[in-house]
């Protein structure tokens, strides 16, 4: 009944609490804590000789901690001594030539050093009066724009000063919009303006979430002794990247009123390829950065668990994707079976890997994924033999290239804006806008002579494999989803006869459909980040809608502001559960990634319905037409 009592705790923790002794815990007459005992077990209260036990306790008590106290700072200036040797050495050595090299170390060395899940920059623009941050996805660097003034970094940009927030949803400058996006809880913030030599503000740094507890005022020191060696960097960098910049367009102004002859095409090289073929050099680079490929990453290569991210555009370890997809050719005996010669491959690699544009959602690390499931996926279900080896191969090409030279636009926009393909699709009647033109370009690639991983193959299995390729590529259009689904479950019910050449044609369609739409099947994190990929492109395209003046696309509108969280619940629900329901009867032991899927399924109900508990959503779910393929 003390008034004085917090009764929360016993609410949170279903404790029931009696009677308490509370006492100070002091060192040389400084309280240094305060230690409480609840409910005294052979008594109705804590008697006299409690207190005097409980006081004589506490004297140890407070020796002890302020040990503690003193190892701990020893310990501390010690750790923030050789954090700062290693950080600042690392800093030194950062090329400034490169400005997104020296952000991101200065971003990796912040949230090192803070122990924290994550770090924001944002640079300030002051023609523009914005913050300016690039976030990384599979497509590289992602531009935001935030107004000096709005938002804690905008706050932090016009003020000055050091915002140490300890619950970013109780704090009104606090704008839950990108959580929302991004499938992602802010919690704790520090953020902290970083200055150049003259005292200019020249970034805003946002940490996000300390990994035990809250930012301390120990971090906001650490942060404010790194944040002076910087802004020197960030400055430096900035001033070379505007002369470098300045120097490329006059350079480009000077080609540009030079040229006067137009390039002519190779007679062995398609015009959609010219100039993609790599040299000698390009090639020797490509071979000697195969023999670095350790045995721990291609041990990794065939496992659900595998993390395609990690080779992602803004990655370091991005020119590995070549030498790995060939490696998935090696490890699945297709490059020794077929008699694929090994620069014949790299060239045909490397060329595709040119010509898939840098999208947010459909570019190289898109169609690494989809060939690296696809290979999962035929290491499981081969002691099923539901297919040829021809059959397999030609698989695992159409994984490589089934959405070459994709702008991020699905079919319907084309036809809608009325562009070049939409018009020659609408002509010829065919309602595969992309997938055909997939399909002449995988065609057009392997007509050039130095890239054709067919020529070892007799002339009929050649033709088998351009029809198996043409046939898997087209089966990936959202729009005849329902048709290819339906088609399967029939065949199903009817049972599967691998003599039948139809239903292994049907059978290997499937396996790339679910190989392209099984983001959602994979571990939380990995899932998480392709969902935000494939989001940027949806918005990307109704950004577009908007410029060109058609409707916008409803899920596809930036200004709606759908969470993401929604956004895959529309994806896994409409579309692919469903989609492994039809599939699981005939590829039983593909079982894991459904189980991978609801568990996905049960994360992003859960998230939204916490994150709906903070701000209205709009209720817009994605449909399976929603989905067709962008």
């Not at 699905?410 to 562009?419: I, K, L, V």
């Amino acid at each position: 009944d003390d008034h004085r009592f917090n009764r929360s705790v016993d609410m949170e923790t279903g404790y029931r609490t009696s009677t308490i002794l509370c006492m100070p815990v002091k060192y040389e007459g400084v309280i240094v804590a305060v230690a409480q005992i609840l409910n005294k077990r052979t008594a109705d209260v804590f008697t006299f000789d409690d207190e005097e036990t409980f006081e004589a306790f506490a004297t140890f008590a407070g020796v002890c901690i302020r040990s503690h106290q003193l190892f701990h700072k020893a310990v501390y200036e010690k750790r923030r001594n050789d954090v700062f040797i290693t950080i600042l050495t690392k800093l030194s050595n950062t090329d400034i030539r490169d400005m997104d090299s020296v952000a991101q170390t200065v971003i990796d060395n912040i949230t090192e050093l803070l122990h924290a899940d994550r770090c924001t920059l944002f640079m300030v623009d002051k023609e523009a009066n914005d913050l300016v941050s690039k976030i990384m996805t599979n497509s590289g660097a992602m531009e935001i724009r935030v107004p000096i003034g709005a938002g804690i970094a905008g706050h932090v940009a016009l003020h000055g000063g050091t915002l140490n927030i300890k619950d970013a949803y109780a704090d009104s400058r606090f704008s839950p919009e990108t959580d929302r996006r991004m499938g992602y809880t802010t919690r704790t913030i520090l953020a902290m303006a970083i200055r150049d030599h003259a005292g200019q503000i020249v970034a805003v740094t946002q940490v996000i979430n300390k990994l035990q507890g809250c930012f301390t005022a120990e971090d906001e020191d650490m942060l404010s002794y790194f944040s002076m060696f910087a802004g020197i960097a960030l400055s430096n960098a900035r001033l070379y990247d505007f002369v470098l910049r300045s120097g490329n367009q006059a350079l480009e102004l000077f080609q540009a009123t030079a040229e006067q002859q137009p390039r002519r095409l190779s007679t062995n090289v398609g015009p959609h390829f010219y100039g993609m073929v790599p040299a000698p050099e390009e090639l020797e680079e490509y071979m000697k950065l195969s023999e670095l490929v350790t045995a721990e990453m291609e041990a990794d290569l065939l496992t659900s668990r595998f993390n395609v991210h990690q080779y992602a555009l803004s990655t370091p370890h991005h020119r590995f994707v070549v030498p790995l997809i060939c490696r998935l050719f090696d490890m699945m005996g297709f490059t020794e079976q077929f008699s694929i010669n090994k620069e014949t491959m790299f060239k045909f690699l490397i060329c595709a890997k040119k010509k898939y544009r840098k999208v947010p959602y459909h570019n190289i690390t898109h169609a690494f994924d989809v060939a690296q499931t696809v290979c999962v996926y035929l290491r499981l279900l081969q002691p099923a033999g539901l297919l040829t080896d021809l059959e397999r191969f030609t698989l695992l090409v159409s994984a490589v290239l089934h959405d070459i030279d994709h702008m991020g636009l699905n079919n319907s926009f084309h036809f809608r804006a009325e562009t070049p393909l939409g018009v020659l699709s609408a002509a010829s009647g065919a309602k595969s806008v992309l997938e055909v033109h997939h399909c002449s370009l995988s065609i057009e690639l392997l007509s050039i002579p130095s890239c054709n991983i067919l020529e070892g193959m007799a002339d009929a299995e050649q033709k088998e494999a351009f029809k198996g390729l043409i046939y898997n590529i087209l089966a990936t259009d959202m729009a005849r989803h329902k048709e290819f689904c339906d088609r399967f479950r029939e065949m199903v019910q009817n049972g599967f006869n691998r003599e039948d050449g139809e239903h292994r044609k049907l059978v290997a369609a499937m396996l790339l459909k679910c190989a392209d739409i099984s983001n959602v099947t994979k571990p939380f994190e990995i899932s998480r980040m392709w969902g935000m990929a494939m989001t940027e492109e949806f918005l990307f395209q109704g950004d577009t809608e908007r410029t060109v003046g058609l409707g916008v696309t409803p899920s596809f509108n930036r200004q709606e502001k759908v969470a993401l969280a929604q956004s895959q619940l529309g994806f896994i629900n409409n579309v692919v559960i469903p989609m492994m329901d039809t599939v699981l009867p005939l590829f039983s032991a593909l079982e894991s990634f459904d189980q991978t899927l609801k568990s996905n399924r049960d994360r992003w109900d859960d998230m939204l319905n916490r994150q709906n508990s903070f701000v209205e959503t709009p209720q817009t779910s994605a449909t399976e037409k929603d989905f067709e393929k962008v």
